[in-house]
């Protein structure tokens, strides 16, 4: 068994609110120089930099996983999570069909820049990533499941695009794997002020939009950096655990 | 102002079972598609305008005993969300209409906050 630590939520320079550093050479070399071993690229409703990313970490003990944080009809954000590339894209096209078709205004939301594995420039991606897709969150979980991810709804205590703030409480029918809370609040702080989290594996992220912001508390105890580990180890079944260490800063 | 006369006047369709409306007064109004804040900022009785149709409307106004929900902009709820308000005795209303016209109707009607 392995202890790793993951960062199971990070954006790069296709997300328009990431910062021009989250290059894939610099994301994977400030993940190392932290220790965590395990990262989840999850770029708005996008996944055309997670090839880039995994070939700038080809050869380190860095894993990379491939994600999307999805936003869903009620302004909900969620991280969906798979082992393969495959999987990933074909979530994509399901999530492309209920995208609306609306251009992106770089001035004012940002630039959605697709590269290679080196941080050079590919093309941009004309459409507005940050945006609604059309569809339930309820429809998106069942989605990423059918493809055998892992559905985690992003900082729910955030006020914006949370699913506290959007939907008052968690669905009765949401079958989630976890929730993530924000950097901003220990996990025991989140339970106090959310007493309906006891009921789900928490997981605790940088939300990464700059290399700064890497925190890697998640700690797990896995045979290997994959989908099916990981949801073993929210569940502590097995043998395999989780927790969320304490931030230090 | 009852309800039936809120259906009535704002051509909206009801999506629930059919109640007697006309003895159902609202309280007051309020919008917000932000249900944490519905839950925290609508007064009891009150009618909801809101374009979130998801089924968690229905445990909100059941909480907060919402006199009727008008969800707007065509947003369509699903059967299971349907069900459950008729279950829990909640009244969903339908409009293409947006917030902000059905809003100012409803405060020309006399309703307030």
């Given amino acids: 068994m392995k202890t790793l630590r993951a960062e199971l939520h990070v954006h790069t320079v296709l997300s328009p609110c990431a910062e021009l550093e989250m290059l894939p050479p610099l994301i994977v ?57 495959e999987q990933a894209e074909l979530f994509q096209n399901w999530v492309n069909q209920h995208l609306p078709d609306l251009e992106n205004q770089p001035d004012y939301f940002g630039e959605q820049l697709v590269v290679d594995e080196a941080g050079d420039f590919i093309r941009r991606e004309p459409r507005l990533l940050i945006t609604s897709a059309d569809l339930s969150i309820e429809q998106a979980c069942q989605k990423v499941h059918q493809l055998d991810g892992v559905f985690i709804p992003a900082h729910v205590n955030r006020k914006a695009f ?56 998640n700690q797990f105890n896995v045979e290997a950096p994959t989908i099916a580990e990981l949801r073993k180890a929210l569940q502590h079944q097995d043998g395999r655990s989780h927790r969320i260490l304490s931030l230090t800063t | 102002m009852n309800i039936q006369q809120v259906i009535d006047q ?34 009891h009785g009150s009618i909801w305008v809101t374009l979130q149709a998801h089924g968690n409307i229905v445990a909100v106004a059941a909480l907060l005993e919402i006199t009727a929900v008008i969800i707007t902009e065509g ?39």
């Avoid at chain 1, 002020?193 to 290399?211: N, T």
């Avoid at chain 2, 051509?11 to 925290?40: H, N, R, W």
């Fill in chain 2, 75 to 113: 947003a369509m709820p699903d059967p299971a969300t349907i069900n459950k308000a008729n279950q829990e005795g909640v009244t969903l209303l339908s409009t293409p209409r947006s917030s902000f016209e059905i809003i100012g109707r409803l405060w020309e009607m006399g309703l307030r906050a």
């Fill in chain 2, 10 to 43: 704002l051509e909206l369709t009801v999506l629930t079972e059919p109640k007697d409306f006309q003895s159902i007064q609202p309280s007051a109004g309020y919008t917000s598609d932000l249900l944490s804040c519905v839950m925290a900022g609508a007064a």
């Fill in chain 1, 29 to 85: 070399q400030t993940a190392l120089d932290q220790g965590i071993h395990w990262i989840a690229i999850t770029d708005h409703n996008a996944t055309a930099n997670i090839a880039a990313v995994q070939k700038a970490a080809l050869g380190t003990p860095l894993t990379i996983i491939p994600g999307m944080e999805l936003q869903t009809r009620e302004e909900v954000h969620n991280l969906c999570l798979f082992d393969t590339l």
């Fill in chain 1, 162 to 217: 949370g699913l506290l703030a959007n939907l008052g409480l968690i669905p009765e029918d949401l079958n989630a794997d976890a929730l993530e809370i924000s950097r901003h609040l220990k996990p025991s702080q989140a339970l106090q002020q959310f007493p309906q989290l006891k009921s789900f594996p928490l997981i605790q992220s940088g939300d990464v939009h700059r290399l700064e912001e890497f925190i890697g508390v």
